[in-house]
């Protein structure tokens, strides 16, 4: 409904031309003191059985655009000369009445809407309230039941969320308690977090301390102090400034100044650490270092063989079958007893490799040859070679032997007491 607008300058006036019950368009004698804003009501013919209110709507040169029959009134023919005034009719006393007793779909508000009262238990939705041009105080903690997909800035001192919590940004100077499942999508700035359960997909930055009675899980986290009795685990890089401590820690990569304990297993991307990590059993799905130096990954893989024989061209001794990382350092040792059918003749080791199961010695690769002298009795020969050239993939590694030259044979001893062995060893990089 547009507001009706009204003028005390108007004196009566009259038709100057007669029109009918269906026209839209009336002429005044003279239209001086109406208003200029539009609509206002005109009374045709007032105080007689003729009576007809009209709202203006507009003006078309000296011509006004009228609605025609308002207000309980019938559109009908008037003649020229009749009297026109501008007046307050019924509905200009009805209507007020009629806002007093209603709550509703008033003020423009819209059918069905309230108007909000500042004592009235009512229930808001479908509002946004501006963070910068409003204040919300004393909200108790158990108000907060929920807070879905939002942004909470809490410069107090303290965030208490009884219910599940799910934000896009939370910034705490003091204290965030959560005593349900916290899931946050943008980023945590807390001061001391303690919470059953966190959900981080953003990061999270704890300059306090941080406690999880149950599991996290987390994007990225920088922390000075951690504890979770459960498990953590982390999209991206979990950054320890003070002491952590963990139930189980699966990370993509960490980086530790501080202390990380972990009581469980710790799976690791990448651990930088200038501090200590203390684990039960790491498992570093690429690699650890310390001074940007690569750690050794120690046992890669062994063979045995318990077989005696004698021989003079090259032969089989043992073998070793791993998946071998490129670029790494391998220490390969390989043990046995031998003789040489001639005192004084030479033996010659050699060690091998293949990629693959292949124990064949043609298109292997040799690593490493050791050419002792015979003794004339059996004792043991020990062979260590240390090489950066296997390939990445499955590798076996084997030891063979022949007689260096001449016409002698060469005597490898075997058995269950004393075997011939082969041992590889990461010892990084």
Known sequence: MAARNYTNTHTATTLQAGISAGAVQITLTSNAGLPVVYPY????????????????????????????????TLAQSHDPGVAVVHALTARDAAEPQTHMNTGTNVHGVGASSNVV????????????????????????DSAIVAVAAAKVTQPFSTLSVTG???????????NSVHTGTTTLTGTTTAGTLNAASVAVSGSETVTG???VNGSSSLKATTVTSLTDTGNATVGGTLGVTGATTLGALSAASAAVSGTLGVTGTATVGT???????????????????????????????????????????????VSATFTATA????????????DTSVTTANARFRIRYNTGTSTTVAGSTQVGVKTPTGPGTAVPVTVVVHTTALPAGQVTVFATVDNAGGGHNVVIYGNANSPSAILVEDIGT
């Open 41 to 72: 009501t005109l009374v045709l013919e007032p105080n007689t059985a003729k009576v007809e209110v009209v709202s203006v709507t507009g003006i078309v040169g000296s011509n006004l655009s009228v609605t025609r029959g308002e207000d309980g």
């Open 209 to 211: 301390n941080q406690t």
């Open 327 to 338: 670029a790494r350092r391998y220490k390969i040792t390989f043990d046995c007893l031998y």
């Open 117 to 140: 009262g500042t004592a009235t238990a009512q229930t808001l939705t479908n509002k946004t309230l501006s963070g910068a041009a409003n204040t919300l105080t004393g909200i108790p």
């Open 271 to 317: 651990v930088n650490a200038s501090g200590t990590v203390t684990a039960p059993t790491v498992n570093a799905t690429t690699d650890v270092q310390r001074a940007g130096v690569s750690l050794p990954r120690g046992y890669a893989a062994s063979g045995s063989a318990n077989s005696t024989f004698s021989t003079s061209a090259e032969t089989l001794i």
């Open 164 to 174: 599940a919590a799910t934000v896009g940004s939370v910034t705490v100077n003091g």
